[in-house]
């Protein structure tokens, strides 16, 4: 059974449906950074200007260029600029570690990096980079352009390249064309029904392709794309806030995330925001009861499933009562989108019937391949026969699995393979386990996704070089080993995929298939270690004494040290809200999510707690 139906001959220009809102609205907004704002006028203006830095800078039509800003707001411009230029964009996190970055850097082979002056420093050495100062609006109106002088990018052009999770420890490139970009972002803004007056959010990394779903529909529709003050993540109640401000009307959340502001409206007796139309949240397990409470608020909320591979997203579903009512069923992922269709697929790459599970593969508008690796390229994206009479049909295998219900609408039933879901991220585990392995003294690593307290952490198990084999299964790292994985991961991995914590092994359990027992190793990890608070650590601050239990609770360990941070003892930005809001219930005080990831400690947390109570009682709350 398929479900969708591309039209490839009707995928329109994407920047010819941007030049149609500059000249039909050249006033109206079209980003809104904050202190900085820019109508389509001035946008359109501002893109030819840097279109011609990046010529006169050597990029040439097929070139690509790197993108290392801590503004979204520049990489909107910056991103239409290289493509009136025909250069291929390559957005790089500047949370990565400067190992990855300049990898990433140097396998995409980018003739040009991109920066601002709060980046600069981060661009890699030997980099080519250009740094930007992006003006704000000109009092006066542009004039409007001439829409025979617009450049035209030719549909066959690179647009941009994302990097993904790699099972072999390296980031694989994934490149996607200029015909697929407009053939998605035309065939997304129809789906949610973005309208000219919508206000979208852009929140998510710059690294994190849900970046293109935020801006580049918007721009076709005319809509505004609001961006948040930071790509680092925002406390729920700044988000709330944030989007108040801004008039927010469309929104795209990671669920996890999704789960943490609804529980927090909840909690602090609040609505939604009031202009909001839609909130998105991507394939993962929703909460049921958290789907009631936000149905009985009237927003729109769509389940989406997509892959960057597959142009970031392919399929929406409007969340309704059954994903209440029917607690045994899925909660769909929806229907396809116009420029891809969803195929489910047996172990021969053959059609199911509809109802049979299978893996999940896309055809239409799809990536070009993963950049530089064509053996992994043909893996991935294949040809099958659709079907009786029809011709070979490329599509990409995501290796998740999922059943097409007789309505059509996908239910996404997991991974095949040791890909997770982790903080709102696909990640490979064997990316992790290779990076681990390239450690002098590690013989062989795996990676578990585990859940300890209240937190999804990562666990990583060791098996150091001379190990004798009746070694104790669960047996402990000296600190010094512990403190050089660590850094040995922050160096060449991304946040949210460094493990929280390393356990030693002497042998790996195996399965009755001789593959190693993951369920196993996870079972290991939840119950490894004290889990029981200990005695008041810091009685002589009890303050500090409750924000170090509170981290306890939340992360299923009294290993815990009040002078470390709470990210470096294997917090996230997740779990970090969850503390947030208990230690507002008890001491009335909001503490910014700023504070737990620039690396702040207990003691640090419980000062700035302490300097804004009012009158501290001896037992830490609130008089």
């Known amino acids: 059974m398929v479900v969708g139906a591309h039209r490839p001959d009707e995928a329109p220009d994407i920047l010819a449906r941007f030049g149609e809102q500059v000249l039909r609205r050249p006033d109206a907004l079209a980003l809104d950074g904050g202190p900085v704002r820019l109508t389509y006028g001035g946008l359109d203006r501002v893109t030819r200007e840097l279109a011609d830095r990046f010529a006169a800078a050597g990029v040439r039509p097929g070139h690509r260029v790197g993108f290392l800003f801590g503004s979204g707001l520049t990489l909107a411009a910056a991103a239409v600029a290289a493509l009136r230029a025909r250069a291929a964009f390559l957005p790089l996190d500047r949370r990565q570690p400067p190992g990855q970055l300049a990898e990433v850097v140097e396998r995409a082979e980018a003739q040009l990096v991109v920066c601002d002056h709060s980046t600069e420093a981060l661009v890699p050495a030997g980099c080519h980079k250009l740094v930007l100062s992006l003006p704000g609006e000109r009092p006066q109106a542009p004039a ?48 949610v029904g973005l309208r000219c007056d919508d206000v979208v959010l852009q929140a998510a990394a710059l ?126 992922v929806g229907t396809a989108l116009a420029h891809c269709a969803v195929h ?14 299978g893996e999940i593969a896309i055809s239409g508008s799809l990536a070009r391949g993963y950049l530089g690796a064509p053996e992994l390229t043909r893996d991935r994206f294949v040809e099958i026969s659709p079907g009786e009479g029809a011709g070979p049909l490329r599509v990409y295998l995501t290796g998740d699995r999922g059943r097409l219900r007789p309505d059509g609408a996908l239910e996404f039933l997991g991974r095949e393979d040791a890909q997770i879901k982790i903080h709102g991220y696909r990640l490979e585990l064997g990316h992790v386990e290779t990076v681990l392995e390239r450690v002098g003294w590690v013989e062989r690593a795996v990676v578990v996704k585990t859940t300890r307290g209240e937190t999804a952490q990562l666990v990583g198990f060791v098996k150091t070089t001379g190990t004798p084999p009746a070694a104790p299964p669960d047996g402990e790292l000296t600190p010094e080993q512990t403190a050089e994985l660590r850094a040995h991961c922050r160096n060449e991995l991304p946040a949210h995929a460094v493990p929280a914590r390393f356990l030693r092994v002497g042998t790996f359990p195996l399965t009755v298939n001789g593959k190693v027992d993951r369920v196993g190793l996870a079972t290991t990890a939840e119950t490894a270690g004290p889990r029981t608070p200990p005695a008041a650590a810091v009685a002589q601050d009890p303050v500090c004494a409750a924000v170090l239990h509170t981290w306890q609770e939340v992360l299923g360990t009294t290993d815990l040290d009040a002078g470390r941070g709470f990210i470096a003892q ?17 001491f009335g005080v909001p503490v910014p999510l700023s504070v737990f990831l620039r690396s702040g400690s207990a003691h640090e947390v419980a000062r700035y707690i302490g300097d804004r109570l009012p009158s501290p009682s001896p037992s830490g709350a609130r008089s």
């Open 207 to 332: 690294g994190f392709d849900v970046v293109i779903e935020e801006i580049f529909p918007a721009l076709a529709t005319g809509a505004t794309v609001a961006f948040a003050p930071t790509d680092d993540p925002l406390a729920p109640e700044e988000l709330s806030e944030l989007m108040e401000r801004r008039g927010v009307t469309s929104v795209e959340l990671a669920t996890a995330y999704w789960h943490e502001w609804v529980r927090h409206l909840v909690a602090q007796g609040r609505r939604p925001p009031r202009a909001l139309r839609r909130v998105l949240v991507g394939s993962d397990r929703l909460d049921r009861e958290l789907v009631g409470q936000w149905l009985s608020w009237g927003v729109p909320l769509l389940h989406v499933y997509g892959t960057t591979e597959s142009v970031v997203t392919n399929t929406v579903h409007t969340v309704d009562e059954e994903a209440v009512t029917a607690p045994d069923r899925p909660v769909p």
């Open 570 to 586: 294997g917090g996230s930005s997740l779990a970090a809200m969850r503390v947030i809001t208990r230690l507002r219930a008890r």
């Open 144 to 191: 409007a352009p001439d829409p025979s002088a617009m450049p035209a990018p030719e549909p066959e052009d690179l647009a941009y390249v994302f990097h993904t999770s790699g099972s072999t420890g390296r980031p694989k490139g994934v490149a996607v064309g200029y015909r697929e970009l407009s053939s998605f972002s035309t065939a997304f803004a129809d789906k």
């Open 344 to 357: 489910i697929l047996d172990e021969e790459q053959r059609p199911v019937a509809a109802g049979d599970t």
